[in-house]
Structures are given as C-alpha cells and as structure tokens.
C-alpha cells in the first residue's frame, strides 16, 4: 500500500487500517484484503473494480428500490448507490461495531441527511432469518480469514436471502474461495436453491468470483449500444464487464427447494 495511514487498529480479533492516497481512501482488513475504496471529494464516483463488478445486475435495468448490503465495511457501495440514486431506500448490516463506527467516522457513511440508508449492527444470518422486508437486491460482501465463510453458500442461508428477494430480485454473492472444489459445492447449492437463473462474473484481475442468482430466469445481456447508455447512467463501463459474465442456464433438481 502507499500513501498515508490515517487510521490502525490491531488486536487479536482484528487488524484495520484506513489509507488515503490522492482524492481516495480505504479500508484494509489484514493488510490483504480492501474491503472499501471511496473517492473522497465524489461519492458518485466507484474506485474499486471489485465493488464496479458487485454491481453487474445493473446493465439489466431490473427494479431498484430496496437494497440490503450484508457486510458494509466502509459503506463505498450504500454512498455510492446513494448519490447515483437517491430514492433507493437500504440496510447495510454490518457485524463489527467498530467497522461500522470507522465507516461512519471516516467514510461518511450514512451521508449526512440521509434518511433512505441505515446502517444496522448485527449479524445478518439473523437479520435475515427475522426480516419481513422483500428486497430488489440483496449484496453479501463477508470475509473471515481472508475466504468467505462457509455459511454464505449454506442451504438455510441461501434460502432465507431466496425468500426475501422481490420477484425480479438479484442476490450477489462476492465470493473469496481458493480451491476448486470449494467453488463447485458453492455453485452446486447456489443452483438447488435458483435453479435455472445464475450467472458467473470473473476477472484476470482479481481472485474474487461474484455469483449473480435471480429470483426468476435471468435476462439476457443487453446489445452494446444499451450497455454503452446504461454505463454512463451508473458510471460503470458495462461494455468490459459483459465479456466477463458466464451464463449459467442450469436445470433445477426437483426436490431442491423442499
């Protein structure tokens, strides 16, 4: 990393340290892993190309009016989506009481006057198990040891986010895992519990596989043109970023959701 440290915190449980370089600050976890990365002068404005890709579902155009973030880290993504759009209404949860306070203190998250975002301290696996709320999009960003914990692709939770999706809901899982066979059992639950609406998006860049599931089959990728259009609406060259999605179009087993 360069630039200048503006913030570290380091015990047993945890390791964080917060990073400005140029008009951008982040947030590191572990001195590996950067979880958030805002412009500090433009919220509209997406630094990282993880949190871009983690956004992929919005060349569909599909609806857009309530959001759940699991793990907010610095809030990058909720400020983002708040300045590009303002009526999008939101829960980022986040586990750590001190991540959440840093992503206040230090990432202006939730904006200033903002009454369409909370941020919520708690565990989401309970969040999501007691919620009523229906959501158009549902982002689960997690890590523990650097690999996403094993229960993000467990049956029980995979159908509690199922349940609260609205009929053209999104799940996106960012998913850190290091072997193949991981990465198959993950894909393996994902498709009994979606069953024919998945898509892979990957990048050369980046270790990270992100798995869009959707609540009913998903649409196809728009022609260029309209990829072009609804990138400059998001700020988000979706033109690159359609060539690195895989179309997933797998039938489901017939008991996978009993």
Known sequence: MIGRCIYREENEATHLEIWDEGDCRSLWF????????????????????????????????????????????????ARWLHARAPEVVGNAVELSPTVARLAHEYFDFPPAQCSNWQLLVDDVREHLALSKTSYDFILVDLEENQVTPAWVTDTQFLQNCHARLNAQGVLTLNLILHDNAAVSEALLRVRRIFGTA?????????????????????????????????????????????????????????????
């Open 30 to 77: 572990d001195d590996v892993i950067l979880q958030s990365e805002i412009h500090i002068h433009d919220p509209a404005v997406l630094p990282n190309p993880v949190n871009r890709a983690m956004l992929a579902h919005l060349m569909l155009d599909l609806p857009l009016q309530k959001v759940l973030l699991a793990g907010c880290g610095g809030g990058a993504v």
């Open 198 to 258: 998945a898509m892979l998006v990957s990048n050369p860049e980046h270790d990270n596989l992100l798995v869009l599931a959707f609540r009913t089959p998903a649409p196809e990728i728009p022609a260029t043109e309209t990829l072009e259009q609804r990138g400059r609406r998001w700020g988000i060259d979706f033109t690159t970023l359609a060539t690195h999605i895989t179309r997933l179009d797998m039938p489901p087993f017939p008991s996978d959701r009993d």
